[in-house]
């Protein structure tokens, strides 16, 4: 059985949330510049776009759980 399956993950608040809506979320809520600040990648600092940001984010997990976890604390604080 495989374990990414959606009835495997049902404590994980990310589940069903695609990268690029995560992505999207932050910037609409913090602007380049201040996401740039919080999360020290030059995806979101030099030249920021959300297909460059989506791009290194999937390549990266420590940036991407970085984000990850930046989104879950903005939504909390809401």
């Known amino acids: 059985m495989n374990n990414d399956t959606p009835e495997s993950q049902p404590n994980n608040p990310l589940h069903g949330i695609r990268l690029e809506d995560i992505v999207v979320y932050l910037v609409e809520k913090y602007g380049w510049e201040d996401l740039g600040e919080m999360v020290n990648i030059r995806s979101f ?34």
Do not use: C, G, H, Q
Not at 57 to 77: D, F, G, H, I
């Open 45 to 78: 600092n030099n030249n920021p776009s959300i297909k460059s940001s989506l791009k290194f984010l999937r390549k990266t997990p420590w940036a991407r759980e970085k984000v990850e976890r930046l989104y879950l604390n903005s939504l909390a604080s809401d």
